[in-house]
């Protein structure tokens, strides 16, 4: 079982940058993927990054050049997110897929001010 913890959001200006965390309970190497998603107000849910064990990533047209997807460590993956818009506003969520199972975070609030 895998428990995931977000860190790291909060109020930026337009044009700033923000470094999100997700702690996992074991190691990554357990885990087939790790993504993170994005739900803004009125919006459905949608992929904004995807990393494997093998470290290969995938990235959601509309981030592509700004954010970036990382393991940090055994237990950690970041999304460094540079040149925001205020169209990134959004709840962000770490998401773990292992085997048959898929886990996620609750959540962390990102809000960009123009």
């Known amino acids: 079982q895998v428990q995931l913890v977000e860190s790291g959001g909060g109020l930026v200006q337009a044009g700033g940058s923000l470094r999100l965390s997700c702690a996992a309970s074991t190691s990554i190497r357990s885990i087939n993927a790790m993504e993170w998603y994005r739900q803004a107000p009125g919006k459905q849910r949608e992929l904004a990054a995807a990393i494997t064990s093998g470290g290969s990533t995938n990235y959601a047209d509309s981030v592509k050049g700004r954010f970036t997807i990382s393991r940090d460590n055994a237990k950690k993956v970041s999304l460094q997110m540079d040149r925001l818009k205020p169209e990134d506003t959004a709840v962000y969520y770490c998401?773990?897929?292992?085997?048959?199972?898929?886990?996620w975070g609750r959540g962390t609030q990102v809000t960009v001010s123009s």
């Open positions: 998401k773990a897929v292992m085997d048959w199972n898929v886990f």
